[in-house]
């Protein structure tokens, strides 16, 4: 089972709200990662947890806060973003981050910034 | 910085035709190289990885791919296409510049396959 799953799949909030999207795997991974893909663009990766630590912040503006409560879930935390945070939000795990690991993606969610 | 370049944006086969979908590389020191596909409105879908051994990788659906180390290509390929692999296609490298480690994606191609 290579199985990554994202909530909400859809998601609409205002500039002054606050939301959090989630992510769980179930594969016993270690490494786990966001991505922002807008349409027809590749993904851009975000941050990286390895052993539920962060490993790597792609210079991610701080109104985007990760979070690894466990080695099963990963949340990222959304506040004050601006219209352009709108894309597909994109969650991924792999068996750890060494170089040869598959990583696999999850669903998405698809956020709307008014 | 590692990198890969999709040079179709679009590619256009007819079902039963045989399929290529094409992947440049450049890289300092091994590549270790992946294809992903992203239907509409879903998340990516691991296809295959070069990693070492073999040039000629199998994965899923019917799709391998072909390591050239000479022309630094790595195309995906598939014998006869179906209507049902028209999705988006990313070549993608593992990219350790700076200490990290992470994917790095082409711009992607969309492929149609028509009847």
């Known amino acids: 089972d290579t199985e990554v799953t994202q909530t909400p799949k859809h998601l609409v909030m205002g500039m002054t709200n606050k939301k959090s999207l989630k992510c769980e795997q179930h594969?016993?991974?270690?490494?786990m990662y966001w991505y922002k893909q807008k349409a027809k663009k590749p993904p851009e990766l975000m941050f990286v947890y390895s052993y539920e630590k962060l490993s790597i912040n792609e210079s991610v503006p701080s109104r985007f806060s990760p979070e690894c409560p466990n080695s099963s879930l990963l949340n990222l935390h959304l506040h004050a973003l601006q219209p352009e945070d709108s894309a597909l939000y994109l969650c991924?795990?792999?068996?750890?981050?060494?170089?040869?690991?598959?990583?696999?993606f999850g669903p998405g969610t698809r956020l709307l910034v008014l | 910085a590692q990198s890969v370049a999709q040079p179709e944006d679009q590619v256009n086969v007819a079902e039963g035709n045989p399929l290529t979908v094409k992947c440049t590389y450049s890289v300092s020191g091994n590549p270790y190289l992946f294809w992903y596909v992203q239907y509409p409105n879903r998340g990516l879908q691991f296809l295959l990885k070069?990693?070492?051994?073999?040039?000629l990788v199998k994965g899923s659906y019917g799709f391998e791919a072909e390591f050239n180390k000479s022309q630094t290509s790595f195309h995906l390929k598939k014998p006869s296409a179906l209507v049902s692999d028209s999705a988006l296609y990313f070549c993608a490298v593992r990219d350790f510049t700076g200490g990290g480690n992470k994917l790095t994606f082409g711009t992607g191609t969309q492929l149609k396959v028509e009847l």
């Open positions: 070069y990693i070492t051994g073999d040039n």
């Open positions: 594969m016993g991974h270690r490494a």
């Open positions: 991924a795990s792999s068996q750890d981050k060494a170089s040869v690991e598959t990583q696999y």
